[in-house]
């Protein structure tokens, strides 16, 4: 699962002229930023009165993600690259504030399996109906509300329109906090899944996406893994996937484009390709010990294929020369063994290209 920091939105909902929102907004952020701070979480405050979206002026149904207006396409890509959200609204007539409800209906799979914790405020009720009334609405966007949650009644906390000091209250903010980035972490993989740039996996419910260097804590537990039975049959410990520091690894996977299977957060498979000339080199082909013998392997290899540019004539790959399992896989797959004088104890494997220009197209349209 990808290690990039945190983004949470901060939403203040409540528009109109002397609104108590952003005071309140204020007090959240002043209590919960050295927190957010240890736990490399970026908190990122919107008001929805700086937003100016008028009632929702779109023509398509927000699930299409057909935008026309510049005010939507705005509010989308703020929300797109959130992790989730804290709502700090008042309660209007027993419900949310129109402006939050307005602002939920704008966007579809922008909400999709990100956390939403609320800070609530009002007389009586501390503002709890309205929170009451946003999780009805917040569950069909597959937003997914927190149990922790802070209500603030105004007759107590609220002076000549300050916020009187309470640590009950701040501490309640650093658990609505902590619950937020808790909760956000596990939804990743569903976040992930659905995201742009994702295919289905070879293995049911897995699924594929290039990977970057936030991912290379991952790669480099994978790929020491996974070399460590090259090193046993080779009988040695002179293969850079088992040495890569992490900042090596992260080099290379912001230049070469590396595809990672992934299945509920874990990485399970990895395949690393690169032109060179008229050769596309695949490498790094590695699949977690107990899932070999599934079609992953095979997977990856043909997806590395299938990528091959244009203009490509030849596929290569080497591997250990005592690592008979992989040669297998490989003049499975049409490769054949380069008889080879190297004394690094590496086998050369290559498959011409234009024999496989067929499978490369077919899937390529499968993706
Ligand atoms: C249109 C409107 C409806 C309100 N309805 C409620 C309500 O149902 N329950 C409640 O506790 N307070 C209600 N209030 C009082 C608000 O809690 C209080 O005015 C609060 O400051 C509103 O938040 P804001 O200042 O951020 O707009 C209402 C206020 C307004 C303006």
Not at 194 to 211: E, I
Not at 221 to 233: F, H
Request: charged fraction near 20%; glycine fraction near 8%.
């Amino acid at each position: 699962m990808s290690t990039k920091p945190l983004r949470l939105l901060v939403l203040i909902c409540s528009t109109r002229p002397g609104a108590l929102g952003p005071v309140i907004g204020q007090w959240l952020i002043d209590a919960i930023t050295p927190r957010a701070a240890e736990l490399g979480v970026e908190l990122v405050p919107v008001a929805l009165a700086d937003l100016e979206l008028p009632f929702l002026d779109e023509e398509e149904h927000p699930s299409s993600g057909i935008y026309r207006q510049e005010h939507t396409r705005r509010w989308s890509s703020i929300v797109d690259t959130a992790d989730g959200f804290i709502v700090v609204t008042p309660e209007y007539n027993y419900g949310m504030p129109a402006t939050l409800k307005n602002a939920l209906d704008y966007l579809g799979r922008e909400w999709a399996w990100k956390p939403i914790g609320f800070v609530s405020y009002g007389n009586t009720s501390a503002g709890t109906r309205s929170v009451q009334h946003a999780k009805q609405i917040v569950t069909t966007l597959r937003l997914v509300p927190l149990g922790a949650t802070v209500a603030i009644r105004l007759g107590d906390a609220v002076n000549d329109g300050r916020l009187r000091p309470d640590a009950a209250r701040d501490a309640a903010g650093l658990g609505l906090l902590d619950e937020l980035v808790r909760l956000s972490h596990a939804l990743r993989p569903m976040r992930e899944r659905a995201g742009a740039g994702t295919v289905a996996g070879p293995v049911p419910g897995s699924y594929a996406r290039r990977l970057t260097p936030d991912d290379a804590p991952e790669v480099t537990v994978l790929q020491r893994c996974c070399w460590v039975e090259e090193a046993v049959v080779n009988d040695t410990l002179a293969i850079p996937a088992l040495h890569e520091s992490l900042e090596q690894v992260r080099e290379w996977l912001a230049d070469q484009h590396t595809t990672g299977v992934w299945l509920d957060g874990r990485l399970l498979g990895m395949v690393r390709t690169r032109r060179a000339g008229t050769d596309w080199h695949v490498g790094r082909l590695a699949v977690v010990p107990d899932l070999r013998g599934h079609g992953l392997g095979r997977w990856l290899l043909r997806t590395a294929e299938a990528a091959a540019d244009p203009g490509i004539r030849r596929i290569i790959l080497f591997t250990g020369s005592n690592s008979q399992r992989n040669i297998n896989l490989y003049q499975s797959e049409g490769y054949e063994l380069v008889p080879s004088t190297s004394t690094d104890g590496t086998a050369l494997l290559t498959k011409d290209a234009s024999a496989d220009r067929f499978d490369a197209a077919t899937m390529r349209a499968a993706h």
